[in-house]
C-alpha cells in the first residue's frame, strides 16, 4: 500500500511570501502529525490531529504557522509571511493508533527554503 | 533545554563490527523509546522500540539497551553492514500522558566497506 506523501518535495519561496505543504497520510491512519528539522537540530514536534478531536497545536512557534486536516485524510501545513528561519525540512507522519503511537510512519519531507 | 541528546554528532565502523549509537534524556517520565533510522530524502522510519519495563528489546541485528537509572540508552547493530550508513534518530515519550514525541538530533553512522 502508498505511504504518507508529502507535496511539493522543495520549495523555494521568497521571504514574507506564504506557503502551504500538503501531507496525505496512510489510508485508515487516524493520528497525524507535523514535525520540523531545521539544520543539525532533531524532530521539532509542531501539530498532532487525531480523528475528529481538536488538534494538539501546541508546538506551533508562531501564529504564522497553522493547519487544517479534512476528517482523516490529507492536511495541509501554512507557513504565513515566511521568515528566513522557517527555512527546514518539514516532515508529516501517520499513525493508526491513538495513544501511545507506537510506529509513526513518516512522509519523505518537504525542504523548504526561504531566500 | 533538549531533554533528548544525542552527543555523537557521527560514528564510523567497519563492515561486520559493532555499531553502539547512544542516547541520554533528561525527563525521569519518559517511559517508552524509540529508534529511527532516516536515509538522505527520506522520511525516518522506524527501527526499533522498549519500553520502560524492560532493559533489551532484540530483533535481529538490532539491540536496544535502556538504563533507567543512568537515563541512558543504546542501539547495538551487530554485524554493521553498508546498507546500515544512515542517520539514526531517538526519540521518547511519556506514555501515560503524552503521544507526543522528543527526538534527539541524529547521529549519522558510516559502515565502511
Known amino acids: 500500500g502508498a505511504g504518507v506523501s508529502q507535496s511539493p518535495s522543495n520549495k523555494v519561496t521568497e521571504k514574507g511570501k506564504d506557503v502551504e505543504l500538503r501531507c496525505d497520510p496512510i489510508?485508515?491512519?487516524?493520528?497525524l502529525y507535523w514535525y520540523r528539522q531545521r539544520l543539525g537540530q532533531g524532530l521539532e514536534f509542531l501539530i498532532y490531529?487525531?480523528?475528529?478531536?481538536?488538534?494538539?497545536k501546541s508546538g506551533l512557534p508562531s501564529d504564522r504557522f497553522s493547519a487544517e486536516r479534512t476528517g482523516e485524510s490529507v492536511s495541509t501545513l501554512t507557513i504565513q509571511r515566511t521568515q528566513q528561519e522557517d527555512s527546514a525540512v518539514y516532515l508529516c507522519?501517520?499513525?493508526?493508533?491513538?495513544?501511545?503511537?507506537?510506529?509513526?510512519?513518516f512522509g519523505p519531507g518537504t525542504r523548504l527554503t526561504v531566500t | 533545554d533538549q531533554q533528548v541528546k544525542q552527543n555523537s554528532p557521527s560514528l564510523s565502523v567497519q563492515e561486520g563490527r559493532i555499531s553502539i549509537l547512544n542516547c541520554d534524556y533528561t525527563?525521569?517520565?519518559?517511559?517508552?523509546f524509540l529508534w529511527y533510522k532516516k536515509y538522505p530524502a527520506e522520511g525516518p522510519t522506524f527501527l526499533i522500540s522498549i519500553s520502560s519495563i524492560k532493559d533489551k528489546n532484540e530483533d535481529g541485528r538490532f539491540t536496544v539497551f535502556l538504563n533507567k537509572s543512568a537515563k541512558h540508552l543504546s542501539l547495538h547493530i551487530v554485524p554493521s553492514q553498508p546498507g546500515d550508513s544512515a542517520v539514526y534518530f531517538c526519540?521518547?515519550?511519556?506514555?501515560?500522558?503524552?503521544?507526543?514525541?522528543?527526538f534527539g538530533t541524529g547521529t549519522r553512522l558510516k559502515v565502511l566497506a
Open positions: 526519540a521518547a515519550s511519556a506514555v501515560g500522558g503524552t503521544y507526543k514525541y522528543i
Open positions: 489510508s485508515g491512519h487516524t493520528a
Open positions: 490531529f487525531q480523528g475528529n478531536s481538536a488538534p494538539d
Open positions: 507522519a501517520s499513525s493508526a493508533d491513538r495513544v501511545p503511537s507506537y510506529e509513526q510512519y
Open positions: 525527563n525521569s517520565m519518559f517511559d517508552y
